[in-house]
């Protein structure tokens, strides 16, 4: 799912599933009872690493967010391994807090949930982000690290460039370089099929999905800037070219 191009860290690991994975379960503190209660939520993630969530007051877990923002997400990167408890799961402790009209989270999360623009407009939905605090990896036997907020969440500099930039590199990468988006996603990530699209840039990487798949690449430096992405881009379909003819 995931390109592997740069020697992982505990901090990068962690941030592989988080940036990566389409789904989550999400753990609340039940407002009824005070038990735990889990849930699998879609998930996508800011520009900045936060994850985000669109979920409907009718449902229990947005009931308990209200009452006790606490939480955490559990991603599971071990799906498809032979042995599922090699693989990296991340449990992530955050806040959660409703966005409001951001339109750039809007974007970000429909552009990989394609069939939630179906539902966002209903008046129960509304988007929410979770501020992470620090998250557990278990990267396999024996692997097993705490990692603090500050190495989660990588502090890149001014990315507001970058940000305000992103969804006019994704529509220009989709509409003139889908070729490109083949690629990466069927080279460098190695998920085969057709239809791939590019979903997000953010300052370490890009997303990208096709219908009942997702995968990403990772740039070789952090970008701030739309044109640091586009070099990082120009680099990486290079390395996938590379790749192929050799």
């Not at 998930?43 to 939480?71: E, F, K, W, Y």
């Not at 559990?74 to 409703?98: H, I, N």
């Not at 190695?190 to 990403?216: I, K, S």
């Not at 044109?227 to 790749?243: G, M, N, T």
């Amino acid at each position: 799912m995931f390109d592997k191009t740069a020697i992982p860290t505990a901090a990068s690991t962690a941030r592989e599933p988080i940036r990566g994975l389409p789904t989550a379960v999400l753990s609340t503190r039940a407002v009824d009872d005070d038990w735990p209660y889990g849930s699998l939520v879609l998930v996508a993630t800011d520009i900045d690493g936060h994850v985000l969530l669109l979920i409907s007051t009718l449902a229990q877990h947005t009931r308990n967010l209200l009452a006790s923002p606490r939480a955490s997400l559990l991603f599971d990167g071990t799906v498809g391994l032979g042995e599922r408890l090699t693989g990296a799961r991340v449990t992530l402790l955050g806040e959660a807090t409703q966005c409001g009209d951001d339109p750039h989270v809007r974007a970000r999360f429909l552009g990989r949930h394609r069939s939630a623009a179906g539902y966002a407009d209903f008046g129960d939905f509304s988007f929410w982000r979770l501020t992470a605090q620090r998250a557990h990896l278990v990267a396999g036997f024996g692997q097993i690290d705490w990692v603090e907020r500050d190495a989660l969440i990588p502090d890149f500099g001014n990315i507001s460039e970058l940000r305000s930039a992103e969804m006019a590199v994704v529509e220009h990468m989709n509409a003139d370089h889908s070729d490109a988006v083949a690629l990466y996603a069927n080279i460098l990530c190695q998920r085969p099929g057709v239809g791939w699209r590019l979903t997000g840039v953010d300052p370490e990487g890009a997303d990208m999905a096709r219908p009942g798949d997702h995968c990403r690449i990772t740039f070789d430096k952090p970008v701030a800037t739309a044109e640091a992405a586009r070099v990082e881009l120009v680099r990486k379909v290079k390395q996938a070219r590379a790749r192929l003819s050799g």
